[in-house]
């Protein structure tokens, strides 16, 4: 089994030589994988903070036109059906697990916090140790 599958929800890098991408590994909820194990498919979150393109802010909003709840909360980067076998497990470093290889993914979407999707993942990126702000109830 890949080490992926033995470490979701922990912070993981993936070092594709030009950049590295720092997010979790999670099941997929929408791809199977073609694998004969049977196993499933995985998803790598990204959390993107700070500013980023409008064109990622526009599609983190969504269909409906979801506007973010906290501005610093981070938008989170879904690379969704990912091909594990292009990933080979370095190390761990730093508190991170080091994955090298190319970053393919069957479908990509982008969420804000406005999306109650993106509560689904809030745990688990805390527990990684990413910082999401939750609105106060006097805040609302």
């Given at each position: ?5 033995e470490?979701l929800g922990?912070r993981?890098?993936i070092d ?9 590994f ?8 073609p ?15 700070g500013?980023v393109?409008?064109?990622i802010?526009?599609?983190?909003k969504g269909?409906?036109r ?8 981070p938008i ?16 761990e470093?730093d508190?991170s ?6 970053l ?8 804000n ?7 689904k ?20």
């Open positions: 089994m890949h080490k992926a599958y470490i922990e993981a890098v594709d030589g030009l950049e590295k991408k720092l997010g979790i999670e099941i997929s909820d929408r791809f199977k994988t694998m004969s194990d049977g196993s499933q498919a995985l998803d790598f979150i990204q959390p993107l903070y500013t393109d409008q064109y802010e526009e599609l983190a269909k409906k979801m506007e973010r709840k906290y501005p610093e909360n989170l980067y879904f690379h969704m059906g990912i091909d594990i076998r292009k990933l080979v497990y370095a190390a470093k508190g697990h080091l994955f090298e290889g190319r393919i993914a069957s479908s990509i979407a982008y969420l916090d406005g999306n109650s999707d993106y509560y993942y809030v745990n688990n990126l805390k527990k990684a140790g990413f910082e999401i702000y939750e609105l106060q109830a006097n805040q609302a």
